[in-house]
T-cell receptor, first 112, second 112 residues
Framework: DAGVIQSPRHEVTEMGQEVTLRCKPI?????LFWYRQTMMRGLELLIY????????DSGMPEDRFSAKMPNASFSTLKIQPSEPRDSAVYFC??????????FGQGTRLTVV | GESVGLHLPTLSVQEGDNSIINCAYS??????FIWYKQESGKGPQFIID?????DKRQGQRVTVLLNKTVKHLSLQIAATQPGDSAVYFC???????????FGTGTKLQVIP
């Protein structure tokens, strides 16, 4: 398996624009997580899904953030409208057991 | 004012020496712990895990020790190599449907 695949690897966008981050989890993993990593706050869990259903979205910072998982092999994290403080590295991870997560390479988002 | 990022503790070790990275966890009910390694520009990578009914687990060149009395976890790396240079995170699973939480991380620098 190729592991968790995220795209794009880097994204630079202007404030106010919509940003969509994409993730393909490892086949057979029932859990999918979206994390955000910044120097200020470290690694934060934004939301996680089990069998394509959102279970805990308490980490989603604002209504500007939304995540979907239309099927077992694809998920998106959308920010609309984006702001400079959203600049961070966003990681997608998947797991068979909710705790032992396998991370993608991340998307480095810069909002100018 | 100027924003201040997380101050990552840094451990500098001579190549070939053993490294010990420490982590204090917060929840006495946590039943499962994981160590992750994050190299620059990459996502966290699973290294080793331990359940709360154990106090020691060994892998290849790595050993994790768990002291539940003082809520302390350590990762020992034998014969540290330049490729071990990375940030190391501990993560704890509080159990049930509570979120896995990550520590702030320790940066390991290996001096050739």
């Amino acid at each position: 398996d190729a592991g968790v695949i995220q795209s794009p690897r880097h994204e630079v966008t202007e404030m106010g624009q919509e940003v969509t981050l994409r993730c393909k989890p490892i086949s057979g993993h029932d859990y999918l997580f979206w994390y955000r990593q910044t120097m200020m706050r470290g690694l934060e869990l934004l939301i996680y899904f089990n069998n394509n259903v959102p279970i805990d979205d308490s980490g989603m910072p604002e209504d500007r953030f939304s995540a979907k998982m239309p099927n077992a092999s694809f998920s998106t994290l959308k920010i609309q409208p984006s702001e400079p403080r959203d600049s961070a590295v966003y990681f997608c991870a998947s797991s068979q057991d909710r705790v032992k997560a396998f991370f993608g390479q991340g998307t480095r988002l810069t909002v100018v | 004012g100027e924003s201040v990022g997380l101050h990552l503790p840094t451990l500098s070790v001579q190549e070939g020496d053993n490294s010990i990275i420490n982590c204090a966890y917060s929840n006495s009910a946590s039943d499962y712990f994981i160590w992750y390694k994050q190299e620059s520009g990459k996502g966290p990578q699973f290294i080793i895990d331990i359940r709360s009914n154990m106090d020691k687990r060994q892998g290849q060149r790595v050993t994790v020790l768990l002291n539940k009395t003082v809520k302390h976890l350590s990762l020992q790396i034998a014969a540290t190599q330049p490729g071990d240079s990375a940030v190391y995170f501990c993560a704890e699973n509080p159990g049930g449907y509570q979120k896995v939480t990550f520590g702030t991380g320790t940066k390991l620098q290996v001096i050739p």
